[in-house]
Nanobody, 128 residues
Framework: QVQLVESGGGLVQTGGSLRLSCAAS????????MAWFRQAPGKEREFVGA????????YLPDSVKGRFTISRDNAKNTVYLHMINLKAEDTAVYYC?????????????????????WGQGTQVTVSS
């Protein structure tokens, strides 16, 4: 069982930056693929990044490449999403998720169904 707690959200102006953190409980953090998703009002949940167990492989959709960076610190049981040059369309609730490594041998890091554990979300609001 893994519990995830996100933090770092808030209100920021267009062009600003934020770093989201997701702290995980449990001693098996390094065995999980970690990811971030977001969901804006009236829209479907959207994948914004994933990182493999040791941080060596990262997966980002084109919509955030060059602006978002995902990383993890296994010693701190924490995964981060560093966001720069934020736009109004980045406004959403951001969720952290954890999935067992075995589910990703053939890829599919953007598939929310592969993730077993989810945090409660943190709101990011970008004002223009």
């Amino acid at each position: 069982q893994v519990q995830l707690v996100e933090s770092g959200g808030g209100l920021v102006q267009t062009g600003g930056s934020l770093r989201l953190s997701c702290a995980a409980s449990g001693r098996t953090f390094s065995s999980y693929v970690m990811a971030w998703f977001r969901q804006a009002p009236g829209k479907e949940r959207e994948f914004v990044g994933a990182v493999n167990w040791n941080g060596g492989s990262r997966y980002l959709p084109d919509s955030v490449k060059g602006r978002f960076t995902i990383s993890r610190d296994n010693a701190k049981n924490t995964v981060y999403l560093h966001m720069i040059n934020l736009k109004a369309e980045d406004t959403a609730v951001y969720y952290c998720a954890a999935g067992s490594m075995g589910a990703f041998y053939l890829g599919g890091h953007s598939d929310s169904r592969k993730y077993d554990y989810w945090g409660q979300g943190t709101q990011v609001t970008v004002s223009s």
